[in-house]
């Protein structure tokens, strides 16, 4: 009986692209994805695509068989696209932790991810157009805000901790005041490049903003 985990990864794409509820005729026309065995996969694994850790397993399937953090990310709605940072950021090693809470005043925070004294403090953008800069910095100075209260918490004192927007649209990494705005196809280069950006006085702590 043939699996999810069976499946070709065009139709893993397209499975996940209709689940979205995208128009799967542009799948056909730009990707040739045949309708009826898309419909009939979406019919038998409709229950399961309910579940993100199944979404997950399939976007983790799509990554490794060659579509781009792109790609996926353009047919996850904004708690996959959320999921999708945070498994980026799990692979290089660090701890996550999602819809962090502070209480004194009531703020979240869409995902920190820390490693030893170094903590990102990120902000996910899924909008499906380009932020304007008046929408930017607005974006930029509330962020700002959350990530120092996230420096008055205990557990946080004395880490360096840096403010990041991540995008879906943009098409390359830039910074705002200190802030970088990233979008997701460049995510694993910022990981595996922030020191430098540092360094270079791009990137900033946020107890320097």
Not at 3 to 11: Q, R, T
Not at 22 to 30: E, I, M, T, Y
Not at 143 to 150: A, S, V
Not at 186 to 201: H, K, P, T, W
Request: include cysteine; glycine fraction near 6%; aromatic fraction near 12%.
């Amino acid at each position: 009986m043939t699996g999810l985990e069976d499946i070709k990864p065009l139709y893993k794409y397209a499975l996940l692209y209709l689940y979205r509820g995208g128009d799967p005729l542009k799948l056909s026309a730009r990707n040739g994805v045949n309708q009826y065995i898309l419909y009939s996969y979406y019919n038998k694994f409709r229950r399961e695509l309910d579940n993100i850790d199944t979404r997950i397993k399939l976007i983790y399937s799509i990554l490794s068989e060659g579509f781009s953090l792109e790609d996926v990310a353009e047919i996850l709605d904004w708690r996959d696209f959320e999921e999708l940072v945070s498994l980026v950021f799990r692979e290089y090693g660090y701890e996550v932790i999602r819809s962090f809470r502070i209480r004194r005043p009531p703020r979240e925070i869409d995902i920190i991810a820390y490693s030893r004294d170094t903590l990102f403090c990120l902000e996910c953008k899924h909008w499906d157009k380009l932020l304007s800069p008046s929408i930017l910095r607005e974006v930029v100075k509330s962020h700002i805000d959350r990530c120092r209260l996230l420096g008055n918490i205990s557990r946080y004192i004395g880490m360096k901790i840096y403010p990041v927007v991540i995008t879906l649209r943009h098409h390359k990494t830039f910074f705002e005041g200190g802030v970088a705005i990233i979008p997701i196809n460049g995510l694993a280069n910022f990981i595996e490049n922030y020191l430098s950006l540092v360094i270079d006085g791009l990137l900033r702590d946020v107890t320097s903003l």
